[in-house]
Nanobody, 130 residues
């Protein structure tokens, strides 16, 4: 699968953006999707993830209550809805795919670390002005 992230831009603090991660290729449903971000001079950090089939979702504590993740398997697209944006949310946001089965019954309840993701999109810049 190949991933294309989009939807980034410049927004004022308190505003909202919805990032999309469009997948091409086969078997989108067989991948769990994750969102990560990296700000200048900082390490890449986990933002959110949605499991196979959208059964489970996970959001980082730093954005909980403001961000949400979802997926539309019919559209081969995953989404990151970002509300109440803050200047510290400024970063390049990446989507990624893994075959890891976290979140399904009988499996891990938390998403895997970033090194388990096998395919990454090109990133989309989000800039939040104060």
């Amino acid at each position: 699968v190949q991933l294309q992230a989009s939807g980034g831009g410049l927004v004022q603090a308190g505003g909202s953006l919805r990032l999309s991660c469009a997948a091409s290729g086969s078997n989108f449903r067989s991948y769990a999707l994750g969102w990560f971000r990296q700000a200048p001079g900082k390490k890449r950090e986990f933002v959110g993830a949605v499991s196979l089939g959208g059964v489970s979702e996970s959001i980082a504590d730093s954005v909980k209550g403001r961000f949400s993740v979802s997926r539309d398997n019919a559209e081969n697209t995953a989404y990151l809805q970002m509300n109440s944006l803050k200047p510290e949310d400024t970063a390049v946001y990446y989507c990624a795919a893994t075959h890891n089965t976290w979140g399904l019954p009988g499996t891990a309840v938390t998403p895997p670390p970033s090194d388990v993701y096998v395919t990454w999109g090109q990133g989309t810049q989000v800039t939040v002005s104060s």
